[in-house]
T-cell receptor
Framework: DGGITQSPKYLFRKEGQNVTLSCEQN?????MYWYRQDPGQGLRLIYY???????QKGDIAEGYSVSREKKESFPLTVTSAQKNPTAFYLC???????????FGPGTRLTVL | QKEVEQNSGPLSVPEGAIASLNCTYS??????FFWYRQYSGKSPELIMF????GDKEDGRFTAQLNKASQYVSLLIRDSQPSDSATYLC??????????FGKGNQVVVIP
C-alpha cells in the first residue's frame, strides 16, 4: 500500500523537552510538508522540502527544526523554544508537477 | 501572505439537500484550487481540485471556479450524514505551497 505514515499517533511532552515526529512516504513524492492545526483553525505551514537535503521555512517555523536526508522521510523536531506546541501535526507530500498534497494521519502532541 | 477565506459559520442541511460552500482568495496569481474534507480528529482528505474557470463535477460533488471574482465554491448534492465534516478550501501559491482557509463545518441532519 502506498501512503504516508506518521508516528506516533499521540505524543506527550514535558515542558523543556525536545520531541521528534516521524513522517515517511512511499509514494515517491518529491515534496514534503509539515503543518500545524489548532482547534477551529486552518492549517499553518511550518516547514517544507521540495528535494532531498533542502528545505524552506514556512509561516511558523520558530521553535521547530527539520531534516530531509532521504526522499522518503521528513522528520520534524519540536524544540523547547516552541512556547505553545500542543496541536495536531500533519505531514503531507506532493508529486513533482502535481499541485495536490496528500496527508498522513497526523500526530497529536500534548504538552504536560 | 496569501489569504483564503471561508467566512460562513456551521452549515446545517437536511439529508438529501444541497450543501453549498464558498471560498474567496486574495492572490490573483493562484491557478489551482483544492477542496479537502476533514472528519473530526482525522487528517484532511482531498475530494476535488479545479484549475479552469467553470464547473467540475465528480459524483455528488461540483467545484466551481470564478477567477475574475476570485472565488471557489463546492456543492454537495444529495447530502448524506457521512458528508458531515469540515471542508477546507486551499489555493496554490508560488513555490509549490498551498494556502488554506479555516474551514466550514457541514452538519447533515437525517
Amino acid at each position: 500500500d502506498g501512503g504516508i505514515t506518521q508516528s506516533p499517533k499521540y505524543l506527550f511532552r514535558k515542558e523543556g523537552q525536545n520531541v521528534t515526529l516521524s513522517c515517511e512516504q512511499n509514494l515517491n513524492h518529491d515534496a514534503m510538508y509539515w503543518y500545524r492545526q489548532d482547534p477551529g483553525q486552518g492549517l499553518r505551514l511550518i516547514y517544507y522540502s521540495q528535494i532531498v537535503n533542502d528545505f524552506q521555512k514556512g509561516d511558523i517555523a520558530e521553535g521547530y527544526s527539520v531534516s530531509r536526508e532521504k526522499k522518503e522521510s521528513f522528520p520534524l523536531t519540536v524544540t523547547s523554544a516552541q512556547k505553545n506546541p500542543t496541536a495536531f501535526y500533519l505531514c503531507a507530500s506532493r508529486s513533482a508537477g502535481g499541485g495536490e498534497q496528500f496527508f498522513g494521519p497526523g500526530t497529536r502532541l500534548t504538552v504536560l | 501572505q496569501k489569504e483564503v477565506e471561508q467566512n460562513s459559520g456551521p452549515l446545517s442541511v437536511p439529508e438529501g439537500a444541497i450543501a453549498s460552500l464558498n471560498c474567496t482568495y486574495s492572490d490573483r496569481g493562484s491557478q489551482s484550487f483544492f477542496w479537502y474534507r476533514q472528519y473530526s480528529g482525522k487528517s484532511p482528505e482531498l475530494i476535488m481540485f479545479i484549475y479552469s474557470n467553470g464547473d467540475k463535477e465528480d459524483g455528488r460533488f461540483t467545484a466551481q471556479l470564478n477567477k475574475a471574482s476570485q472565488y471557489v465554491s463546492l456543492l454537495i448534492r444529495d447530502s448524506q450524514p457521512s458528508d458531515s465534516a469540515t471542508y477546507l478550501c486551499a489555493a496554490a501559491e508560488g513555490n509549490n505551497r498551498l494556502a488554506f482557509g479555516k474551514g466550514n463545518q457541514v452538519v447533515v441532519i437525517p
